[in-house]
């Protein structure tokens, strides 16, 4: 069972463009939504994360949009770089308290960024 | 170290074989992850520790793996009589306490021929 969701596979932008990667999550005891970049050869490294009681949140080029009605959240990278080329994993966990040890990810995107 | 340091990088073993995994995490961090991670996939849960404790193991996929935490820093992943099934990528993570962000370390590619 597939808990979270993430498309496309696969994404080119140009440089100077918008990327956006979306996930459908099914467990409504989810409560906490990361971000990871990962770079070939590296593990993943924590991007931006969102909890279900703000609809948005923007940190620099990276913006996390909430649907937690539709039980979607999506990944938006403004002003795409080159150096943004990697592949994203969308990810949630549950619990209160801070108890969001167990991460489930998504299958991942990789994106491409032309220059 | 600045970060968390898996070794080794890269692993080699014949089907059947027993390996082990080495993780250091970050000094002071008190919770520490195992992930694998498949070609193609994200990464997947396999065992969380609080401590020297083993605090949810519910991602191990059977009795031939195992990990321990001895002192509570570093960390050994055991996989017994190897299948070829089990080559992916092993990360580990730590992180300062339970449900604050955890950091990743490069993992370890295991490679079962």
């Known amino acids: 069972q597939q808990q979270v969701k993430q498309s496309p596979q696969s994404l080119i932008v140009q440089k100077g463009g918008i990327s956006i990667i979306n996930c459908a999550y099914e467990?409504?005891?989810?409560?906490?939504f990361p971000w990871y970049q990962q770079f070939p050869g590296k593990g993943p490294a924590l991007l931006i994360a969102?909890?279900?009681?703000?609809s948005e949140k923007k940190e620099g080029r990276f913006t996390i949009s909430f649907n937690k009605s539709a039980k979607q959240f999506s990944l938006h990278i403004m002003d795409s770089q080159p150096g943004d080329s990697a592949t994203y994993f969308c990810?949630?966990?549950?619990?209160?308290?801070?108890?969001?040890?167990?991460?489930?990810f998504g299958k991942g995107t990789l994106l491409t960024v032309n220059p | 170290g600045a970060g968390v340091s898996q070794t080794p990088s890269n692993k080699v073993t014949e089907k059947g074989k027993y390996v082990e995994l080495r993780c250091d995490p970050i000094?002071?961090?008190?919770?520490l992850y195992w992930y694998r991670q498949s070609l193609g996939q994200g990464p997947e849960f396999l065992i969380y520790?609080?401590?020297?404790?083993?605090?949810?193991d519910s991602g191990l996929p059977n009795d031939r793996f195992f990990a321990v935490r001895p002192e509570g820093s570093v960390s050994t992943l055991k996989i017994q009589r190897t299948e070829r099934g089990d080559s992916a990528v092993y990360l580990c993570?730590?992180?300062?306490?339970?449900?604050?962000?955890?950091?990743f370390g490069q993992g370890t590619r295991l490679t079962v021929v």
């Open positions: 993570a730590s992180s300062v306490r339970q449900g604050i962000e955890a950091f």
């Open positions: 467990n409504t005891a989810f409560d906490y």
């Open positions: 969102i909890r279900p009681d703000v």
């Open positions: 990810a949630a966990s549950k619990g209160s308290g801070g108890s969001n040890y167990k991460l489930t």
């Open positions: 000094s002071g961090h008190t919770a």
């Open positions: 520790f609080q401590g020297t404790g083993a605090a949810d």
